[in-house]
């Protein structure tokens, strides 16, 4: 099914940005970037920031957690990632919002769709080939995604997160390795600058 099919697409637009958007310091809504959406998902950064009350018109730009977020402009364009639950956040420049608008596709297995090899092709099939990668609205909402049922949409995604949660630790335990290694060859050459290797 096409992206736009099953979900709402959006980006602020840039008459909205210049009218409306003051970065404050002071400001509740943290501003949700393209540097937020990366090629493993959502990164937490230091955020802009901008008062509800400046914004308050903008209603389709308020962002409650659970949407899906596309880099379309730059670098990172086709990135994606989700949005954390349990806050809220302002769309900013240069990501789009995807808010699934039915129960029977599930966000996350779009993200990970999107985020595999075979979903960053179809996603990026399109992409305007000029100086600055990008992507449109329309292209985006076109954008086809292989959507089985429901339930096997679960399973899919209970596997798939197994699996990440074991390369995660994998990784970890990689990287306490090599600094346990990096603590020993620095021993080992503190004590031969001592002289104390036979």
């Known amino acids: 099914m096409q992206l736009g099919t099953f979900?709402?697409?959006?980006?602020?637009?840039g008459f909205e940005y210049t009218k409306f958007v003051r970065y404050d310091d002071e400001g509740d809504l943290r501003v949700i970037k393209a540097e937020n959406a990366g090629p493993h998902g959502f990164k937490t950064?230091?955020?802009?920031?901008?008062?509800?009350?400046?914004?308050?018109?903008?209603?389709r730009s308020r962002l409650h957690g659970g949407e899906l977020l596309m880099v379309f402009v730059g670098a990172g364009t086709g990135n994606v990632a989700t949005v954390p639950e349990g806050k809220d956040f302002f769309l900013g420049p240069n990501i789009g919002m995807m808010r699934v608008e039915t129960d029977t596709v599930s966000p996350?297995?779009?993200?990970?769709?999107?985020r595999s090899s075979v979903g960053k092709a179809l996603a990026t099939a399109a992409m305007k080939a000029?100086?600055?990668?990008?992507?449109?609205?329309?292209?985006?909402?076109?954008?086809?995604?292989?959507?089985?049922p429901a339930e096997e949409q679960q399973e899919i995604l209970r596997l798939v997160e197994q699996a990440l949660t074991a390369a995660a630790e994998c990784g970890a335990d990689v990287r306490e390795q090599q600094s346990s290694a990096d603590i020993l060859r620095q021993s080992i050459l503190a004590a031969a600058f001592r002289g104390e290797l036979a």
Do not use: D, H
């Not at 950064?45 to 509800?52: E, G, K, L, P």
């Not at 996350?108 to 999107?114: A, I, K, N």
């Open 108 to 114: 996350r297995f779009v993200e990970l769709f999107l």
């Open 130 to 148: 000029v100086a600055q990668p990008s992507l449109s609205m329309g292209t985006i909402r076109q954008i086809p995604v292989l959507l089985p």
């Open 7 to 13: 979900s709402f697409v959006t980006k602020l637009a």
């Open 45 to 59: 950064t230091n955020y802009s920031r901008v008062r509800s009350s400046s914004v308050a018109e903008l209603t």
